[in-house]
C-alpha cells in the first residue's frame, strides 16, 4: 500500500493572508483614490482627456484655458475611501453643468435686476433724443429683466474621467497590494 500525504500548510497560510487582505483593501484604495484625483487633475491640464474639450470662449478670448479661469472648479476636488471603495469628488454646484453640459434655458427662467451702468453703444444703436455719456457710451438705468439659465448651451466638458492610460496605474496598484 502507497500513501500519499501532502503538506498544505504553506498554501492555506497563504490563502488566509490573501482573504485578510481582500477584505480590508484601505491602503490599496488610498492609493487608487489618490490616483483618479491626479487623474482628474492632468484633464484639467490637458483641457480634456481622451478627447479635447471645446474651447470655452472666454478661454479663447483671454488667451486662457477652459474651465481654469479661477481654479475654483479644478482645486476643488476631494478624495475618501474606504475598505472596498475609492471616490473622488467635488462639492462645486456648477461641476455637473460642466461635466454633462445644458441646453439654453434647461434650467428655467428668473427675474434678474441688472443694476445701473455705462455702456458703450454701436453708431446704429444712437436714437434721437437719447442722452449720451460721451461718444459711444450710453447710461442704462438699473432695470429687470427675465433671464433663461443657462443664456445660452453650455457643451459637456467631461472632467471626472479617468482613461485607459490612468487605469493602467490604478490596476498595477491593486495588483501589488493582492501580490504583497
Known amino acids: ?5 501532502i503538506d498544505d500548510n504553506d498554501i492555506k497560510r ?3 493572508d490573501l482573504s485578510r487582505r481582500l477584505d ?21 491640464e490637458a483641457e480634456g482627456r481622451p478627447r479635447r474639450w471645446k ?4 478661454a479663447l478670448r483671454e488667451h486662457g484655458k477652459t474651465l481654469q479661469d479661477k481654479g475654483r472648479l479644478a482645486g476643488s476636488f476631494s478624495t475618501d475611501h474606504g475598505r472596498n471603495y475609492a471616490e473622488v469628488g467635488t462639492s462645486v454646484e456648477y461641476a455637473p453643468t460642466h461635466q454633462f453640459g445644458a441646453r439654453k434655458g434647461e434650467f428655467g ?16 444703436d444712437i ?14 438705468k438699473e432695470h429687470q ?6 443664456w445660452g448651451d453650455i457643451p459637456a466638458r467631461p472632467f471626472m474621467v479617468v482613461p485607459d492610460e490612468d487605469m493602467e496605474d ?4 491593486l495588483v501589488r497590494f493582492i501580490l504583497k
Open 170 to 173: 490604478i490596476k498595477d496598484i
Open 55 to 58: 474651447p470655452s470662449k472666454r
Open 24 to 44: 480590508d483593501m484601505s491602503p490599496a484604495m488610498r492609493a487608487v483614490a489618490h490616483e483618479m484625483k491626479n487623474s482628474v487633475l492632468k484633464n484639467f
Open 1 to 5: 500500500m502507497i500513501t500519499l500525504k
Open 109 to 124: 427662467r428668473k427675474t434678474v435686476t441688472i443694476k445701473a451702468h455705462r455702456r458703450k453703444v454701436k453708431s446704429r
Open 14 to 16: 497563504l490563502l488566509d
Open 127 to 140: 436714437r434721437k433724443g437719447r442722452r449720451l455719456l460721451a461718444q459711444g457710451v450710453a447710461f442704462v
Open 145 to 150: 429683466r427675465i433671464m433663461e439659465f443657462p
